[in-house]
């Protein structure tokens, strides 16, 4: 549901007209009246999120534990002094008993709280303890912009420990003070066990909280859901969550390891049709994510985040218009080869020429030159872009187009975020080093995972010419334990003034791996 804070014919609302309006426009603070006991009165059960702020305004989600409505406060101080109440919407059993709105017409760069309670549809003098949040809206003007990103959280068995200080990477990059979060995927692991215990090399014992549905690969809704209900129990996550937007895509473990139409599932599974999971894996998806879904296309993932005259970000799904995960060799373009799709495509070519803002981040669940083998044992099928050496083939075409697009249109100032692979590193991709050379230089960096096994690094393609900078990866033994501190997470800065980027890869403890500067082309 989206809810509009009347503008009455302004474009612009500054902090003073949007507090001062608030008599105007009839909304008044909420008068809420409680039960004696907490658990007479509905809850939030796993926090409150925002996500895909603009300049002027975002969406807000939380959870509670019955049919309810989820009220929500939204104010410019952290006081709620002058609360503005907005209209309730319903949190019913058929979304989990989730509820997200946008809250539109807010002041750009801004910080907004916001307060959810939850009301019980069958007694509505019963209101729940309200849970506080807050996000800043993306400026208007050349202020500095701050960002987080990376993915995979509780892959390869490696779930909530408490005696390992839980999800900690989440706390590192909370420190930062962040304007959002770009989650790049793997957001959980549907097809990943979590075992109470897991023994390490070491000898020790890595203790896992567990839930009941995380004992098997996930199948039917609810188990989706749990999946990500599963992520939100961590102390670390919900308060990352309540300070901190989040700008989210989908890979593979949304929904099954290296999943496409072509995917033949292991015996774990009793559901056999890939396309039956991939569409509850995607409701649940949606539902559990403050993102702004679209109206032409429910369910849709790719989008263009606006974050003021500095950045746009250009979310892309790597998984929904895909073809079978085959050896993908093909010299022309069908579909056999999609990846990203004719259709996305376009809409990335119209995006990236429209922007007007200095850099363009686009964001890749999948690196573009790591190989990434549907079937790794064996080194068979092709996951991900890359084929291997030489000329563009299969799935290369479409970023053999978009880079082609990219130079002769004159867009400048593209940088490709990316993760999946679980290790960080650094990629600068130079076209006289390239079997396919019609593009301008452009870096690509990776990082992650958040919180899940470490691997690689992965071999590299040289089809587009990338040069490693930076790499930290565990090489000879893999899925290392997040306890043995090789969790990334990548950092960007980029200063108002100059316009100038700065990333930075850093591990869980907050170390400063490796770091590079770029200077904007101007024109």
Same mark, same amino acid.
Do not use: C
């Given at each position: 549901m989206t809810v509009k804070i009347p503008r009455k014919g302004f474009r612009g609302l500054s902090r003073r007209r949007f507090l001062s309006t608030a008599a105007a426009t009839g909304f008044t603070t909420l008068a809420m009246p409680y039960l004696s006991r907490a658990a007479d009165r509905p809850m939030v059960t796993h926090g409150v999120q925002s996500g895909d702020v603009g300049t002027?305004?975002?969406?807000?989600?939380?959870?509670?534990?019955?049919?309810?409505q989820m009220m929500v406060e939204v104010d410019t101080v952290e006081s709620f002094a002058n609360a503005r109440a907005l209209p309730p919407?319903?949190?019913?059993?058929?979304?989990?008993?989730?509820?997200?709105?946008?809250?539109?017409?807010?002041?750009?760069?801004?910080?907004?709280?916001?307060?959810v309670r939850f009301r019980d549809l069958s007694h509505t003098d019963v209101v729940g303890e309200p849970v506080v949040g807050r996000f800043r809206t993306a400026p208007a003007d050349r202020r500095d912009v701050s960002f987080v990103w990376g993915g995979d959280v509780a892959g390869q068995g490696w779930g909530i420990n408490p005696d390992d200080g839980g999800m900690v990477t989440y706390a590192a990059m909370h420190k930062h003070r962040p304007d959002f979060l770009l989650h790049s995927g793997d957001t959980i692991y549907a097809d990943g066990v979590i075992a109470p215990e897991v023994k390490l090399a070491d000898g020790k014992i890595w203790k896992n909280m567990t839930i009941p549905e995380k004992a098997k690969v996930a199948e039917t809704l609810d188990?989706?859901?749990?999946?990500?209900?599963?992520?939100?129990?961590?102390?670390?996550?919900?308060?990352?969550?309540?300070?901190?937007?989040?700008?989210?895509?989908?890979?593979?473990?949304?929904?099954?390891?290296?999943?496409?139409?072509?995917?033949?599932?292991p015996d774990t599974y009793k559901v056999r049709d890939i396309t039956l999971l991939a569409a509850r894996a995607s409701r649940a998806f949606h539902e559990m994510y403050p993102m702004r879904e679209s109206i032409v296309e429910p369910g849709r993932v790719y989008r263009t985040l606006n974050y003021g005259p500095l950045l746009d970000v250009f979310m892309l799904d790597e998984r929904s218009y895909r073809g079978g995960n085959g050896p993908n060799l093909q010299t022309s373009y069908g579909p056999d080869a999609y990846f990203i799709g004719p259709d996305q495509l376009a809409w990335l070519k119209r995006a990236l020429l429209n922007s007007r803002a200095t850099w363009k981040v686009i964001a890749s669940d999948m690196p573009l030159s790591l190989i990434v083998y549907d079937d790794g044992a064996n080194r068979k099928g092709s996951e991900a872009f890359a084929q291997g050496d030489g000329p563009p083939r299969g799935r290369e075409l479409e970023i053999a187009d978009i880079l082609r697009f990219i130079k002769t249109a004159g867009i400048t100032n593209t940088v490709w975020l990316t993760a999946d692979v679980h290790y960080t590193a650094a990629h600068y991709y130079n076209p006289d080093k390239a079997q396919f050379q019609e593009f301008e230089p452009f870096w690509e960096f990776v990082s992650g /995972?958040?919180?899940?096994?470490?691997?690689? #690094?992965?071999?590299?393609?040289?089809? +587009? $010419?990338?040069?490693?900078?930076?790499? &930290?990866? /565990?090489?000879?033994?893999?899925?290392?334990? #997040?306890?043995?501190?090789?969790?990334? +997470? $990548?950092?960007?800065?980029?200063?108002? &003034?100059?316009?100038?980027?700065?990333?930075?890869?850093?591990?869980?403890?907050?170390?400063?791996?490796?770091?590079?500067?770029?200077?904007?082309?101007l024109g």
């Open positions: 002027d305004g975002g969406v807000v989600w939380s959870r509670t534990d019955r049919p309810a919407i319903a949190a019913l059993p058929e979304t989990d008993y989730t509820a997200k709105m946008l809250i539109e017409n807010l002041p750009a760069g801004q910080d907004i709280f916001y307060r188990e989706y859901r749990a999946a990500h209900k599963y992520n939100l129990l961590d102390n670390n996550v919900r308060a990352f969550n309540a300070d901190v937007p989040i700008f989210v895509q989908w890979d593979d473990h949304e929904v099954t390891n290296n999943w496409s139409i072509s995917k033949h599932l /995972p958040f919180h899940a096994g470490t691997f690689g #690094p992965n071999e590299l393609d040289n089809t +587009f $010419g990338p040069e490693v900078k930076f790499v &930290k990866a /565990p090489g000879e033994k893999q899925n290392l334990p #997040p306890s043995d501190g090789m969790q990334f +997470f $990548g950092h960007v800065q980029i200063e108002g &003034k100059t316009g100038r980027m700065t990333v930075t890869l850093r591990d869980r403890a907050d170390t400063a791996l490796w770091s590079t500067t770029l200077d904007p082309k």
